[in-house]
């Protein structure tokens, strides 16, 4: 008879999962589209503010 040994998985299987994550993350946030919206962002929040002091004067 043979003694079959079955193969175990030596740590986590989430070991490399956030490594992953960061690389998608970081090809989104450097993307055209991301940028794009950033700038819109910061500008409507600068329009705000400029706005805001306008009005307490």
């Known amino acids: 008879m043979r003694n079959k040994k079955t193969k175990q998985r030596e ?3 989430w070991t490399g999962v956030w490594a992953v994550v960061g690389k998608d993350m970081a090809d989104h946030l450097t993307s055209a589209r991301m940028r ?9 929040a600068g329009a705000t ?6 009005n307490i004067r």
């Open 49 to 54: 503010v400029y706005m805001a002091l306008q």
């Open 36 to 44: 794009i919206l950033e700038l819109l962002i910061l500008l409507t």
């Open 11 to 13: 740590g986590s299987p």
